[in-house]
């Protein structure tokens, strides 16, 4: 049996373009993330975890990640097993833990996000189209 045409429509086009556009990023920075020892997923959550923004309980990490509990554990126990971040007692609710950045994991992180941006196909677009772009994703996550 013959594989189905993924670029048969518009949307099924969009799709495998985002995909195949993330797949070719993950594959382009695999040096720096083997030099951190980081899995796709493993960097997923680093790069989910905003040092410009309050630090996420499990729960929101996990819903962000679009995970359930155990994988985020166990994403996060590798993290923390390599001092990129550490799990503390959230300030307004003492029952819950989030998970903040080391120092470490700040260098890391930005190491990581750098290279993402170096590397993406997306730089080979303008400005202009990167507006556009990032515009039509936006509204579609929205909708």
């Not at 594989?3 to 799709?15: G, I, K, R």
Request: glycine share 2%; aromatic share 4%; net charge neutral.
């Amino acid at each position: 049996m013959a594989a189905p045409d993924l670029t048969a429509s518009p949307l099924a086009a969009a799709v495998v373009a985002v995909y195949d556009t993330w797949m070719r990023t993950v594959d382009l920075i695999e040096p720096v993330l083997a030099a951190h020892r980081l899995t796709t997923a493993t960097f997923q959550a680093l790069w989910a975890i905003s040092p410009d923004e309050d630090p996420p309980s499990m729960k929101a990490l996990a819903e962000r990640l679009y995970c359930n509990a155990p994988n985020l554990t166990f994403m996060t126990n590798q993290l923390a097993d390599r001092g990129l971040v550490e799990r503390v007692v959230d300030p307004s609710d003492r029952r819950s833990r989030v998970l903040v950045l080391t120092a470490k994991g700040r260098e890391v992180r930005d190491e990581v996000v750098k290279a993402v941006m170096a590397k993406t196909p997306l730089g080979a677009l303008s400005e202009a189209e990167l507006h556009q772009l990032s515009g039509l994703l936006t509204r579609a996550l929205h909708r």
